[in-house]
């Protein structure tokens, strides 16, 4: 059973679903698409968790600022 | 310019975030080549009446100098088939288009570093990596965060915000007809470029 549409925004807002599955449910919808509904509905953009991952940021720091000095 | 790091543009979002929040130019804050799919900025563009599209077309367009087309197979495979189908749309053109794009395997030569902006952990799910220190995936708000760490944008949570907003301002581009002609025709000069590389 299709899930209604508010309910697959409020998923997508907690990150427990991607914007391409939240886009194909909605009908192929794009992802300015996305942020409007979101926006309409009140609803914050998805925020990825940094936990686990911080080795690749201090990375990704590493490379984008190579004169950093932290 | 020959530069040591490459940003991959792999789907649709980064773009329209950051041009919903007039931030297009925080992607050239760094020292590094942005390479954006051919399809992904089709998908981005192609109707320029769709949120952020018109400010893409226009930010693509002034910093071709620091930005790359990438052509695939997938986009011209598309378009060759929306020839004959009005109004062809596949939801997963971009992505295929992006991974094409980030396997090909002269895409990081030497000591070169990729980050793949993206807001889809999917789609480095599906890259065969040769290499994985030398690739990073970084969500837009990733991104920011690092630029305001470094003191070269006020707030990432600003823009972020401001992406957040979209729906309550009136779209500065929905006064551009949906099959515009000119936007057409600018994007499919994007995309079309032979080489795809950067102009010098």
């Known amino acids: 059973m299709a899930i209604p549409e508010s309910e697959a925004l409020a998923a997508y807002s907690r990150g427990e679903m991607t914007a391409i599955e939240l886009r194909r449910r909605l009908g192929g919808i794009t992802y300015g698409d996305v942020l409007r509904l979101l926006s309409e509905a009140g609803l914050p953009l998805p925020r990825a968790p940094t936990a686990g991952r911080e080795a690749q940021l201090a990375l990704a720091r590493k490379w984008m600022f190579p004169d950093h000095d932290g | ?200």
């Not at chain 2, 089709?42 to 009446?49: I, L, M, P, Q």
């Open chain 2, 1 to 200: 310019m020959t530069v040591d790091l490459k940003i991959f543009v792999v789907d649709t979002g980064p773009l329209i975030t950051l041009a919903v929040a007039r931030s297009l130019d925080y992607l050239l804050l760094i020292n590094a080549d942005v390479i954006i799919p051919d399809a992904v900025l089709h998908e981005a563009t192609f109707d320029a009446s769709r949120l952020g599209a018109q400010d893409i077309i226009e930010w693509v367009k002034a910093h071709r100098n620091r930005i790359e087309i990438a052509p695939t197979r997938a986009y011209q495979v598309f378009d060759a088939a929306r020839a004959s189908i009005a109004n062809l749309h596949e939801p997963d053109l971009g992505e295929r288009a992006a991974v094409e794009v980030i396997e090909e395997p002269d895409r990081l030569l030497g000591d070169e570093r990729g980050l793949l902006l993206c807001e889809e952990t999917a789609v480095l799910r599906r890259v065969v990596v040769q290499d994985r220190g030398r690739i990073v995936e970084l969500s837009t708000l990733d991104f920011l965060r690092l630029l305001e760490m470094e003191q070269r944008i006020q707030s990432a949570e600003q823009v972020f915000e401001l992406a957040g907003k979209a729906g309550r301002f009136p779209s500065r581009v929905e006064k551009f007809s949906r099959h515009d002609d000119a936007t057409q025709a600018a994007i499919r000069a994007l995309v079309s470029r032979p080489s795809g590389r950067p102009e010098s």
